[in-house]
């Protein structure tokens, strides 16, 4: 084999590779497609805002810890969310620290309210509910 001969081999082979590298992108896009679409059906995006508070997954103990025993950390305050799915979050004590966690790892946390906000949210006028009650046919016990 002279030297022509082995650069025309070379290249035929060199080729030959390329295909085979396009052929097995093809593959993968053919494969990978609908998983993403299968995937992304599932996800939900969570949206937080400056100022919200969310409790944090602790996925350390993912498989050791007990039935009773929580897996959430927090609450803790949204300090900026980036557009990469980062949150930063501070603690609410005095003594505040913040660090970066994903998103994914977030769940909202409804702040507690005062007993009056609690009492104003179902302040419903009692004559009103035994006058309905009454024209239902029901009897209502006296209070």
């Known amino acids: 084999m002279n030297l022509f001969e082995a650069q025309r081999a070379r290249i035929m082979q060199l080729n030959a590779l390329d295909e085979v ?3 097995t992108l093809q593959h993968t896009e053919v494969f990978q497609n609908p998983r993403t679409k299968w995937h ?3 996800v939900k995006e969570k ?3 400056l100022g919200d508070w969310a409790l944090l997954y602790d996925s350390r103990y993912k498989d050791s ?5 929580t897996r959430w950390l927090g ?14 979050l501070a603690t609410i004590d005095p003594i505040q620290f913040k660090l970066l966690v994903n998103g994914h790892r977030l769940c909202l946390y409804h702040k507690p309210t005062t007993r009056e906000e609690f ?3 179902f302040d419903i006028q009692p004559h009103a509910t035994i006058l309905a009650a009454h ?6 016990p006296n209070i």
């Open 21 to 23: 590298r396009k052929m």
């Open 40 to 42: 992304d059906r599932y």
């Open 47 to 49: 949206k937080f805002k």
């Open 65 to 69: 810890m007990g039935k009773l025993q």
């Open 75 to 88: 609450p803790y305050e949204i300090v900026e969310v980036f557009q990469s799915g980062v949150v930063q």
């Open 119 to 121: 009492i104003q949210q």
């Open 135 to 140: 024209a239902r046919g029901l009897s209502i």
